[in-house]
């Protein structure tokens, strides 16, 4: 089986100690702590509709994506997003999925923020042509996804287990390896975002509460989408690699994605 590269731990704070974790149990626990704060919310009804993105924010952003091929997000589209939208309306809120009101499936590599748009432009075209031919080991991998984390607002599909199969080594390293580029190249002038994250795609937001039932939602769709996704992966497809501003990304889709200014 292949080994995970120069990337086998992290170190974490477990019940208030400091401690080396192997990466299946880093994953695990965000997981967990991601689906937590989502029931946090679901409970307390204080989760805030998502109204679109904010173009103020990603204008000071250079962002770096691996964006899927259309048969893996026809399938994230038919086996999770679709079911689970029709889920949320059948439970009283409405939910923005990727292709209509997010980006198309996809997953964030790293973004670089700036103190402002002109720091931004100035940086992305020196190294811009870097972070794309660093990031290009990516182009054809597969990443499956078997988690769903409900986390709120937001809702996303994790790769469980970075050391579970051939497949979830080969993604997680292309992953890493394509992070660490990023900050090695960064001048220092850039705060770096999604450094070490859990490997996720985004399938939905909150955007319309009518009369929810959260909880009855969660627990449905654990289990149906959830427990098919833990016996039956999503596998995703890396078709290119995004470089650009945070307003690029969007623009590129529709405009309309930004939230009213």
Request: net charge neutral.
């Given at each position: 089986m292949a080994s995970l590269h120069e990337?086998?731990?992290?170190?974490?704070?477990?019940?208030g100690t400091p401690r080396d974790l192997d990466l299946t149990t880093v994953f695990a626990r965000r997981i967990q702590a991601e689906r937590a704060l989502g029931l946090a919310q679901y409970r307390s009804g204080s989760v805030i509709p998502f109204a679109g993105y904010d173009y103020a924010s990603l204008i000071r952003k250079i962002v770096v994506s691996a964006e899927f091929d259309e048969p893996s997000r026809d399938e994230i589209a038919t086996t999770v997003t679709q079911p689970l939208a029709h889920l949320a309306h059948a439970h009283g809120f409405e939910l923005g999925i990727p292709g209509e009101m997010l980006l198309p499936s996809h997953v964030t590599l790293q973004i670089i923020e700036y103190d402002s748009d002109q720091d931004m432009q100035g940086n992305l075209g020196k190294i811009s042509p870097y972070l794309e031919s660093s990031a290009s080991v990516m182009e054809g991998l597969v990443i499956p996804f078997n988690s769903l984390v409900l986390t709120g607002t937001r809702m996303i599909l994790c790769m469980g287990n970075p050391a579970g199969t051939d497949e979830t080594v080969r993604a997680y390293n292309g992953i890493e390896q394509s992070r660490w580029a990023v900050r090695h190249v960064n001048s220092g002038e850039g705060l770096l975002r999604t450094d070490s994250d859990i490997?996720?795609?985004s399938i939905g937001r909150v955007t319309r509460i009518d009369e929810p039932n959260f909880l009855s939602f969660v627990a449905e769709a654990n289990?149906?989408?959830?427990?098919?996704l833990s016996f039956s992966p999503v596998r995703a497809k890396v078709a290119s690699i995004f470089v650009g501003s945070g307003v690029q990304q969007i623009s590129k889709v529709s405009p309309q994605l930004f939230a009213k200014r």
């Open positions: 990337f086998p731990s992290l170190t974490g704070v477990v019940d490997v996720h795609t289990h149906s989408i959830g427990a098919r």
